[in-house]
């Protein structure tokens, strides 16, 4: 989709200090509660939260808030976030973005959609793409509150990563700035492309990330399957998992031992596909992406 220019007054009026007003669609999902537990009260934003599902709209009482129609929240809405999952986003947008007003924001959380090119053509809006980073796995944590936060934007700090897939420079401060509340406490943002955004996920963190990490729990399993009392085979997978981060990823000053290497490229040959790399290539990025759209 080519990047298209909006109105710059439009842009001028919503790049002000004024409170942007929100449409949260998805508001009761997982995604929008945790939208929500950032914007609801924050000066900067007037939140209207959009959802059909009861057990959503349940969800939305328990947190002080109340759904109100998806007319009523797009009609003067400056910036739309897309809290959906993959399979019905393309749908959805489909059927509101004629409904938003011209210099309008539009922000999905996830680069599936947009990069299986599911966001409908409108010239006169914007569209904007981000999603966290999580808390690292080499950060040091203060509390033990820091600690427990996987998912970060709760008490651990995380990186981001955003895109503006199509509008003007402007919208991509805009959509930085509203990214950096929803993900708060945010230690950085990074700019990158949509292209670049879906190599990170699905490919690289899902694709592969999952694959081998569910791959080490299969392992641990078996080890426990074969005898290995559960405390001692958890204890030994989860330190050696520390330990053989920080030296893959050049994090501690010491290499692995001339036997760890020599063990480690014989199960190399056993369990990867000598073209796994392949999965990097932008047709299969893409059709990566498609496979979760479609559900």
Known sequence: MPETAVDDSKQEEIMSDQVLAVALLGAGG???????EHLKGHAGYRLACVETAEAGIARLREQGMTAVACAEAMGDADVVILALPDRILGKVAAQ??????P?????TLDPAAAHAGELPRRE?????VSHPCHPSVFDHFESTQERDDFFGGTHARQAI?????QGP??????GERVARDIYAPVTRAHRITVEQMAILEPAMAETVGICLMMA???ALEEAVRRGVPRAAAEDFMFGHAKVELGIAFGRVSFPFSDGAKLIAEYGRGRLLQPDWKLLFEPESVKEQVERIVKG
């Open 169 to 174: 420079e402007a919208h991509y401060e805009l």
């Open 124 to 128: 006169d809006i914007s569209y904007f």
């Open 161 to 165: 990563v955003c895109a503006l897939m």
């Open 216 to 218: 080490l729990r299969e």
């Open 30 to 36: 997982k995604m929008g509660c945790r939208v929500i």
């Open 103 to 107: 210099g309008c924001l539009l922000m």
């Open 96 to 101: 509101i973005v004629p409904q938003v007003k």
